[in-house]
């Protein structure tokens, strides 16, 4: 019934171009195209596997997006929770508009005042220097034991307020009434906060969470671009940018597709799993 | 016999509108976007040639964009894709120009005529008008080591030949200067940030009195291209630096600021040194101290070298670029009027407006007929945003003119473009700079430099490797790895420096640099068959 | 809502209130800084301003952009697919929504898992571009606001909204015998109302931000170029240029000159503004929460 139009849709927009992983199985050349190009069987799938950076990147963005993921949630969670237990009104519109501003605010523009802010003469080294925790600045954004760690707690500090909007909205629309009951039976205010709101934008949560978990080897690349450097670079690249730079920029569309099947698979397989494991789409 | 008759109005009608209306060329331009088409020299030259152009400038990535416009097939007229230009020759998407010069080349073959076979492909054919024309630049020196002008000026101007020397003189001053202006003095600043770290991947070559070939030294009697991250010198000056870093004039931040704090960094005039850079990076940190009014924290230029018997070649000869210029088509109706369009660009009328601008506005003539400016003239030009205003295109030829070198003369005897004639040279220069060269006895900072050498084959970077090939991958992986191991290098702990460098020469090894040496020794050996010597 | 306050009630507000605070310091800041670089002369950016008030006030970054004249064009280009493709977009998320969230479709999971797959699929960029080819879609305003009108995202997270209100308003709905047009557009959507206004931020700042779909599919058409395009032009311009030859480091008197650092300054603050004028009318709807209570019987 109304179903159809939509079913005909997602399938033109999202399934039809999908006809173009051919190109993984082919030494596709831009001017020849599809029909012209060379069928090179999985040789493409060969070469990804084979090269050792690949796993590196693999390594390196699984790792940051889920620290990302679990800082990510965590705070954004914490953020709607807490700014429901805000009573005035005034301020807690304030506080949620600036703490989305920085969503914003693009990488490159964020990556220079994050670079400044851990340099060595930065504020951040002048202010554990002057505390005595530190005798020495340290080069911060240089460590690669931390590098992931940076990433994921900027990541925090941008996208706190933007994340946490769509748990404000399920908790507004918490029925109040539940509340009321709650001060009837006298809890207290976190007793609420874990007995009501949480529960109640559970669902919420696990949807997204469900939906995130897929794009653990997708996600933007461009934060990871901006603060890389050549003392983090074994450990800051990402699949995405390997993509870019080894396909991509030098016009090996076989070998970004290639790429681009196995995000594709290992992304499905995630989501079912965690799926099956939560049931939550349903 | 009605219906006729209106046919016949109808099509004469379209005739003379079509003859009326100007023909319309869409273009393709891979330049910055200077909406050049909206600019005086663009509207007169418009209006005057009967010719509208529709440019469509690059804005996101150009690899892309290339690709989509090769894959679909959808061609403007004219193209010019920097360096994926020869995509677009090897999709068979460019027309040969041979003919076409040959019957209505006026003017092209006044400016292209000596340099017609070096912009010849394999083929024998012509694709497309390079821009870049070996300009020469006689004013700012190309590349070298960085010093203040304050450190040359505390000890008397020395001069500076070695490598050894410049850190020693680094190393003097910032013992005894440990604070500049209230900040702590910072001996060394080098640049890593992503794709400009080539200027610490190739120093080694340089020093060692190699042209600027890119990551390869170039044989200059067999011609054979060498990579040279294994070799002895490079570990030597590495290790230079190290030592540097290790006695605390090296600033760790280096390796990992980008660009923007680079500039940032250089214009608190508390940095003395870079360790090579090219004068187009390291502007913007000049422009800013001499806005700041510290001029004696500007930076010099300065030709260092590994020991002193070695002949510089920093300074830029003017060398021919050919991987990109403006080139017509397959899809373009009309490719007659279009070339006809590109040759009445070179004409000398319209090329004093792409160089120079409009007289009486940009520039004036004296009653010699010489061409010069005024100060404020002067100044406007070092403002792009007037540039693009006015429409004059630079020595880069912004979106790819046909144009001739800056040393090229006009028939009245001025130079193609001021940074040809000696005069605006001269006047260029601040009481600093005047200062700083008298101290050396130059005239201009170029002449500190050794004579440059033209090479026959033009610059080892200049060859674009075709896509996907072994070559180019090799190339990538070596960058990576550079970036990488370098930083280590320079930075590694006291007794560690042989360590990391045997772990490094392990991981070239695994590269498959012979497929990227042998590649362009193969072009560039061609290149040096077809230019001739 | 107890009227006494209480030690813990006490001891929570003062953390909350702190806590809060400190976070609105750090999130205020990047904002204020890019403020001030905006504002700042460009060159003397280039020392680094880290403070956020200008050293060198002037307005010539702004000045800059907004000569551009096709910008003014592009801004209501901008505002065209940003209001049709939001309208667009929330009424076929909601619509489709609705239809998932029906416990009696029997395709119901089926097509769920249809549409969740989605969000995982990467075609490349080629094969999309033929696609619209195909469509007729490239150099056409309608490649704005169609292919994101359904995405994943939206409709799984309105259904599962939608999921969770109670069976029974819909079904005493239907026994006085409504139509599902009027059960959805009567009964689901004001109750969904946070959630909606939620994705309609969304869809609404993905279309006001969006300039990549216009470099793919609409570069060469100038009539259909946008805000974030035209302003992105202006950078690549200033960053292209700081790299050219021609610029020499001769003291000038006039300090017109941009850098890419101030362009993205003023950039960013051209961009987001209107956001931040439009998004307290959504807002309500997530911060007050529901005061519908009533209707739930």
Not at chain 2, 318 to 347: E, W, Y
Request: hydrophobic share 45%; glycine share 6%; charged share 20%.
């Amino acid at each position: 019934m109304l179903a159809i139009p939509f079913i005909i849709f997602v399938f033109i927009f999202y399934y039809l171009p999908l006809r173009g992983w051919v190109m993984a199985f082919q030494d596709f050349r831009p001017h020849l195209g599809i029909a012209g190009s060379k069928w090179v069987g999985w040789l493409n799938f060969k070469l990804l596997f084979e090269d050792q950076r690949f796993y590196e990147v693999i390594r390196n963005t699984l790792a940051m997006n889920l620290l990302k993921l679990l800082f990510g949630f965590i705070s954004a969670v914490g953020l709607a929770v807490i700014l429901n237990e805000v009573r005035v009104y005034f301020f807690k519109r304030v506080v949620q508009t600036i703490s989305y501003l920085p969503h914003f605010v693009s990488w490159v523009v964020a990556g220079n005042i994050i670079i400044s802010m851990l340099s060595r003469g930065g504020p951040l080294n002048q202010f554990l220097l002057s505390i005595g925790i530190l005798q020495e600045p340290i080069l911060w954004l240089g460590q690669k034991s931390l590098f992931w760690l940076i990433i994921a707690l900027t990541d925090v500090w941008k996208e706190v307020g933007w994340n946490a909007i769509i748990y404000l909205a399920a908790i507004a629309s918490i029925d109040p009434v539940m509340y009321e009951a709650a001060d009837i039976d006298g809890a207290g205010r976190i007793k609420k906060i874990f007995y009501i709101t949480i529960p109640s934008i559970m669902p919420t949560i696990k949807i997204i969470f469900v939906m995130n978990i897929g794009w653990v080897l997708s996600m933007g690349f461009y934060q990871q671009y901006v603060l890389n450097n050549s003392l983090v670079a074994e450990v800051g690249e990402v699949l995405q940018l390997y993509v870019i730079k080894y396909g991509i920029n030098m016009f090996r569309f076989s070998y970004a597709t290639a790429a681009g099947i196995f995000q594709t698979v290992v992304s499905l397989v995630l989501v079912f799993i965690v799926n099956k494991l939560i049931r939550a789409t349903d | 016999m009605f219906k006729k008759s209106f046919v016949l109005v109808l099509l004469l009608s379209l005739l003379i509108s079509s003859a009326v209306q100007a023909q319309t060329f869409t273009f393709f331009s891979a330049a910055e976007p200077n909406d050049w088409e909206d600019s005086q020299v663009g509207q007169w030259i418009q209006d005057e040639f009967g010719v509208t152009l529709e440019i469509e400038y690059i804005v996101g990535d150009i690899n892309t964009k290339t690709g989509l416009m090769i894959a679909s097939g959808d061609f403007p007229d004219l193209i010019f894709a920097n360096e994926t230009q020869d995509r677009f020759v090897d999709a068979e998407s460019l027309i040969p120009l041979n003919e076409l010069i040959e019957e209505y080349g006026v003017n092209t073959k006044k400016l292209y005529g000596p340099i017609m076979d070096k912009i010849k492909k394999a083929d024998g054919n012509i694709y497309f008008l390079p821009r870049s024309r070996a300009n020469r630049d006689l004013m700012n020196p190309t590349a070298g080591f960085w010093i203040q002008r304050a450190v040359l000026a505390e000890f008397d101007w020395p001069v500076i030949e070695t490598v050894d020397q410049y850190f020693e003189l680094i190393r003097k001053y910032a013992d005894k200067y440990p604070m500049i202006n209230g900040q702590e003095t910072i001996g060394i600043r080098l640049l890593t940030d992503g794709w400009r770290a080539f200027t610490i991947e190739n120093t080694p070559a340089v020093i060692m009195g190699s042209q600027n070939d890119g990551n390869v030294i170039v044989d200059q009697e067999t011609y054979q291209a060498k990579t040279f991250v294994d070799e002895d010198f490079a570990r030597d000056y590495y290790q230079k630096l190290n030592q540097m870093y290790l006695g605390g004039y090296l600033d760790p931040e280096s390796f990992v600021a980008n660009y923007d704090q680079y500039i940032a960094a250089l214009s608190t005039g508390a940095v003395l040194g870079v360790a090579y850079d090219q004068t187009w990076q390291i502007g913007p940190a000049n422009t800013t101290l001499s806005e700041a009014g510290l001029d004696e924290r500007m930076f010099v230029c300065l030709p260092v070298k590994m020991t002193a018997d070695i002949k510089d070649r920093y300074q830029d000869p003017g060398t021919l670029v050919v991987r990109d210029g403006i080139g017509i088509s397959v899809n373009c109706k009309d490719p007659v009027a279009a070339f006809k369009f590109l040759d009445r660009l070179q004409s000398e009328e319209v090329q004093k407006m792409l160089r120079w601008g409009l007289v009486g506005q940009d520039y004036l003539v004296d009653q010699d007929g010489r061409m010069y400016r005024t100060k404020e003239m002067r100044e406007n030009h070092q403002n792009v945003n007037y540039m693009y205003r006015i429409g004059v295109v630079g020595n880069e030829s912004r979106n790819g003119f046909p144009t001739a070198p800056n040393w090229y003369k006009y028939a009245d005897g001025n130079s193609w473009d001021p940074t040809g004639q000696v005069e605006e040279i001269r006047a260029s220069y601040t009481d600093w700079d005047k200062k700083v060269l008298a101290a050396y006895g130059k005239d201009t900072y170029p002449e500190m430099f050794d004579q440059p050498t033209i090479s026959p084959y033009g610059y080892a970077w200049d060859i674009s490797i075709p896509d996907g090939h072994p070559a180019i991958i090799a190339n990538t992986k070596l960058r990576d790895l550079q970036s990488e191991y370098l930083a280590k290098l320079v930075l590694a702990e006291t007794g560690e420096y042989e360590q990391v460098w045997l772990e490094y020469l392990k991981k070239v090894e695994r590269i498959d640099l012979e497929a990227y040496e042998n590649y362009l020794t193969q072009k560039i050996r061609e290149r040096v068959e077809a230019w001739g010597q | 809502m107890s009227k006494f306050r209480t030690r813990e009630d006490l001891f929570l507000d003062t953390l909350i209130y702190l806590f809060l605070i400190f976070l609105t310091f750090i999130t205020i800041y990047p904002f204020l800084n890019v403020l001030a670089i905006s504002l700042n002369d460009a060159i003397d950016s280039n020392r680094g301003l880290l403070g956020i008030w200008p050293r060198k006030f002037t307005l010539y970054n702004f000045q800059n952009i907004l000569s551009d004249h096709q910008i003014y064009h592009a801004t209501m280009i901008s505002i065209l697919r940003t209001v049709i493709g939001t309208v667009l977009g929330l009424t076929a998320s909601t619509v489709f929504a609705y239809v998932l969230s029906r416990k009696d479709f029997f395709l119901r999971k089926f097509l769920t898992a249809f549409v969740l797959i989605t969000m995982y699929l990467n075609a490349g960029i080629l094969p999309i571009f033929f696609l619209y080819r195909e469509l007729n879609l490239i150099n056409n305003f309608l490649v704005y606001v169609i292919p994101g009108m359904v995405t994943a995202f939206n409709v799984i997270v309105v259904k599962k909204f939608i999921e969770q209100l109670p069976d029974s308003l819909v079904e005493s709905a239907r026994i006085d015998g409504a139509g599902e047009l009027r059960i959805l557009v009567r009964i689901i959507v004001p109750l969904s109302l946070p959630i909606l206004a939620t994705i309609a931020l969304f869809i609404a700042v993905y279309q006001w931000n969006a300039w990549f779909d216009t470099f793919l599919y609409a570069s060469s058409r100038e009539s259909l170029s946008t805000l974030q395009y035209e302003l992105m032009k202006t950078l690549q311009s200033a960053m292209r240029n700081m790299g050219s030859s021609s610029v020499d480091y001769v003291q000038s008197a006039t300090s017109q000159m941009t850098t890419p650092q101030s362009v993205r300054a003023a950039m960013t603050i051209i961009a987001t503004a209107p956001i931040l004028v439009v998004y307290p009318f959504l807002q309500k709807y997530f911060v007050k929460g529901l005061t519908l209570g009533g209707v739930k019987e």
